[in-house]
């Protein structure tokens, strides 16, 4: 079993930043893919970026891939969501997720994942 806990949300200005942070127990050397997702009221879930576990590669979505970054930290089993130049329709509710999957045919979409934090609330104001 995994467990995840997400931090970092909060309420931020237009054009601010804002980072997350998202914490795995368990073994990370077996977690293959651990992503970064978002949810907004009355919207699907949006895959943002995915942490390759192989390779340490990244892929973000091309909607985020010029505003936010990301990072991870294996000895921490943490992944780090960092966003920029935030507008309110960053506005969500981030999730982080994973899998032990060992191959996921598309990495950004929610449903191959089979574990989810909670989640941390983001809202940007105007």
């Known amino acids: 079993q995994v467990q995840l806990v997400e931090s970092g949300g909060n309420s931020v200005q237009a054009g601010g930043s804002l980072s997350l942070s998202c914490t795995a127990s368990?073994?990370?050397?077996?977690?293959?893919?651990m992503a970064w997702f978002r949810q907004a009221p009355g919207q699907e879930r949006e895959g943002l970026v995915v942490?390759?576990?192989?390779?340490?590669?990244?892929r973000f979505a091309d909607s985020v891939k010029y505003r936010f970054t990301g990072s991870r930290d294996n000895a921490k089993r943490t992944i780090y969501l960092k966003m920029h130049d935030l507008t309110p329709d960053d506005t969500a509710m981030y999730y982080c997720?994973?899998?032990?999957?060992?191959?996921?045919?598309?990495?950004?979409?929610?449903?191959?994942?089979?574990?989810w934090g909670q989640g941390t609330q983001v809202t940007v104001f105007s």
């Open positions: 997720a994973t899998t032990n999957r060992e191959f996921l045919r598309t990495p950004l979409a929610p449903n191959g994942y089979d574990y």
């Open positions: 942490f390759f576990g192989s390779s340490g590669s990244t």
């Open positions: 368990g073994d990370p050397a077996r977690l293959h893919y």
